[in-house]
């Protein structure tokens, strides 16, 4: 892929964003955030429009108008907060991941594997979910990322940079290293899997938030392939600098002579774990993805 001039300078800025954000003190560059960003929420009418109509269709008729702005209003912080740390990221140190990351969900995690035993772990767009990530990394676990590529090749290479600079190990969603995955999870690696996105193409039917959607296939194909545990796990902000991450749950993956059955049952499992996160937490979900779950907005 060519490089524009456009690219480079998001690039540029990026990097320069990024190195004040390293620079400054954590709480201070939160405060600093959010002083920005806050107005930009406040005037963004059709930003605050769309939410809207996102909370109100994911959670009904229950809560009152005044309520959904307050969760938008706090997921769009708590979002803003995810984007501060993950320029953050290089520079983390254990002791900084365990301080504000319980390993609570490790420890039970690992009561119910084999030692050096791979498994997946589905989260949904929730917290800081990168983070939970890296507080499996300080734990010892060799961890698998599926990432998008993105459109700004200098981008592209620089957060893959950052990525393996953590140990993650980053596979792109459309090379050919997505074939040797259930290998890497036979071998004792761990897949962190975020199946919360509405499938273009091959993706099966579930009921996600009260819609019908359809949703990629990729935690079901890859615990069948591999034969090991599946779990779901949530990532919840509570204040500004905690993040607990805890397990939901284990998924059946016993398989069946239908193929295309059991990965209708393993995502409807997994897709109705995450709901139930969603639902209890919903200022710490990703309300703000372009690829909306539920379906394309204007046919609803």
């Not at 199946?195 to 273009?200: G, H």
Request: include cysteine.
């Amino acid at each position: 892929m060519s490089v524009k001039f456009s690219h480079r300078l998001e690039y540029v800025a990026a990097r320069a964003a990024c190195g004040l954000v390293m620079f400054l003190p954590y709480r201070v560059m939160l405060a600093l955030a959010w002083s920005i960003m806050g107005p930009v929420w406040a005037f963004n009418r059709k930003l605050r429009a769309r939410t809207h109509r996102r909370l109100r269709q994911a959670l009904g008729a229950d809560k009152s108008d005044r309520e959904l702005a307050r969760i938008a209003r706090r997921a769009y912080r708590n979002l803003v907060f995810t984007a501060v740390e993950g320029m953050r990221m290089p520079g983390m140190s254990r002791a900084w991941i365990e301080r504000n990351l319980s390993p609570a969900a490790y420890e039970e995690l690992r009561s119910q594997l084999a030692p050096g035993q791979g498994f997946i772990v589905a989260v949904p767009h929730q917290g800081n979910w990168e983070l939970a990530g890296l507080a499996l990394q300080a734990q010892g676990v060799q961890l698998i990322a599926l990432v998008r590529r993105q459109k700004n090749p200098l981008m592209n290479d620089w957060i893959n940079r950052v990525r393996r600079s953590t140990g993650v190990e980053a596979i792109d969603t459309k090379s050919t290293a997505v074939g040797e995955v259930a290998a890497k999870l036979r071998a004792g690696k761990v897949l962190a899997i975020l199946p919360d996105l509405r499938a273009k193409v091959g993706g099966v039917p579930v009921r996600y938030l009260g819609v019908e959607t359809e949703v990629p296939v990729g935690a079901a194909r890859f615990a069948l392939e591999s034969g090991v545990p599946l779990f779901t796990a949530e990532v919840v902000r509570e204040g500004w600098t905690r993040i607990r991450w805890r397990l939901t749950g284990r998924v059946d993956v016993t398989p069946s002579a239908d193929t295309a059955a059991d990965h209708q049952r393993i995502m409807q499992a997994i897709m109705t774990k995450l709901e139930a996160s969603v639902r209890a937490n919903p200022e710490s979900y990703f309300w703000f993805n372009k690829r909306w779950v539920l379906g394309p907005e204007e046919q609803r």
